[in-house]
């Protein structure tokens, strides 16, 4: 639980604060570990503040980046009925933040949950630079999420943290928004995507843009990546392709694993529609697919900066997506004729209905755009060296002790 005083092990650390890691593998846990390992590729000594709970088994060892877990007999970002686990996590990850402090350059939470609360408090009490990364913008963004009764503080922990933590991450404007509406200042605010290798598809990409160009009139491959769950609106996704009639060629894989498979096996059983719909279950890489894949479905009633979209771009992969949060940040185009407004079933079978009659010509103009906007911005070795020059900012002689809250800032400018 401890580090042991060897050399390497007392440079300064950038801990990394995630309630679950590697078990789950939600986005933002993906996340967390391709940014951690770019940053120790980029010579940062990164270590992660995690979780173990009962009856499930982890490797650590096959992840390549140091991981500390604390025991609790729940996953500690539920709160609610499980706060006394959340509070359990919070008091062992403050322990050791505690011992370890004089060796901390940076801590960096990642979706806040009640790590939010272990951040915050460690910038104040313990005075290390605090960076939080928001998951999710919206009307259930993050700060709304740690403001509910579940996890006892409410609207005066949400202060608190807004107040303490040094610097907060915005991976789209929608979440920027959301940080000013919660008071958060302007200048405590760093606008930093998140990223995706693009080592895994810039092989291939020109390779296969021809050839998916040529079959997307009469075998279009539409692809969903993610949790079969009811956030990703799963269901409506698959009434809506159901509803409009296809070409034959036309195939739909749904690759990830969810509480919602069941439904979606019994649907598939009943449906009338021939649409050729196939379950590929959880797929630890997903280029191959994506370089097959002509439509990325990405449907969810809530995201941040889904990953799923970012490898698809990366792939020139043209997404079918709900107007949400993050959306029009990552597509460069005025007017995304596949944007589904409110991801009902009828606007999915309008979108899909545009993608069935896209011209093989505008389909890679799209492709080779998408795929291009993505290299510029979304490169996570570009990505890891922001996050590198801002821990080295924080970690100056009081560069983490600045305008925090718009309240700060209204004082200053009026003064």
């Known amino acids: ?119 915050a ?17 919206g009307e259930e963004n993050d700060l709304v999420v740690i403001g509910r009764r579940k996890y006892l503080f409410g609207k005066a922990g949400v202060d608190f943290v807004v107040r303490h933590a040094s610097r907060f991450i915005a991976i789209s404007k929608q979440i920027e928004d959301d940080l000013k509406a919660h008071g958060v200042s302007p200048f405590a605010i760093a606008s930093i995507p998140n990223g995706v290798d693009l080592t895994r598809f810039a092989a291939r990409i020109e390779e296969t843009q021809e050839a998916r160009a040529a079959s997307v009139k009469d075998a279009a491959v539409f692809s969903f990546v993610g ?39 019994a649907r598939l059983k009943s449906a009338r529609n021939p649409l050729d719909v196939r379950l590929l279950g959880a797929i630890t890489d997903v280029s191959g697919l994506l370089h097959r894949s002509h439509f990325l479905l990405l449907l969810s009633s809530s995201e941040g900066l889904s990953n799923a979209l970012l490898e698809a771009l990366a792939a020139g992969v043209v997404p079918i997506i709900t107007d ?48 291009q906007h993505a290299e510029r911005t979304f490169d996570l070795e570009s990505v890891a060296m922001r996050y590198v020059e801002l821990y080295r900012a924080l970690s100056e002689p009081g560069a983490s002790v600045g305008l925090r809250t718009t309240r700060e800032t209204s004082q200053v400018n009026q003064a």
């Open 1 to 119: 639980m401890w580090l042991r005083h060897k050399q390497d092990d007392r440079q300064s650390l950038v801990v990394m604060l995630t309630c679950q890691f590697v078990e789950i593998m939600g986005g933002a846990e993906k996340q967390c570990l391709s940014l951690s390992r770019a940053l120790e590729g980029r010579g940062e000594n990164v270590i992660v503040l995690s979780s173990r709970v009962p009856g499930v088994a982890l490797d650590d060892a096959a992840i390549g980046i140091r991981v500390i877990r604390f025991w609790c007999p729940s996953p500690p970002q539920l709160a609610g009925r499980h706060l006394l686990s959340s509070l359990l996590w919070a008091v062992q990850a403050l322990f050791w933040l505690s011992w370890h402090r004089q060796h901390i350059k940076v801590v960096h939470a990642h979706q806040l949950r009640i790590n939010a609360y272990v951040a």
């Open 121 to 137: 408090v460690a910038s104040k009490f313990l005075k290390l630079p605090s960076v939080l990364k928001l998951g999710v913008g």
């Open 227 to 265: 949790r079969l769950s009811t956030e990703k609106n799963v269901l409506s996704m698959i009434a809506g392709l159901q509803s409009v009639p296809a070409p034959k060629g036309t195939s739909v894989m749904l690759a990830g694993e969810g509480p919602l498979r069941g439904a979606i096996e």
């Open 324 to 371: 949400m949060s993050g959306a029009r940040d990552v597509i460069p185009f005025e007017n995304y004729p596949l944007f589904s407004v409110s991801g009902s079933e009828v606007d999915i079978a309008v979108a899909v209905r545009r993608a069935y009659a896209l011209d093989p010509a505008v389909w890679l103009e799209w492709s080779r755009r998408l795929s």
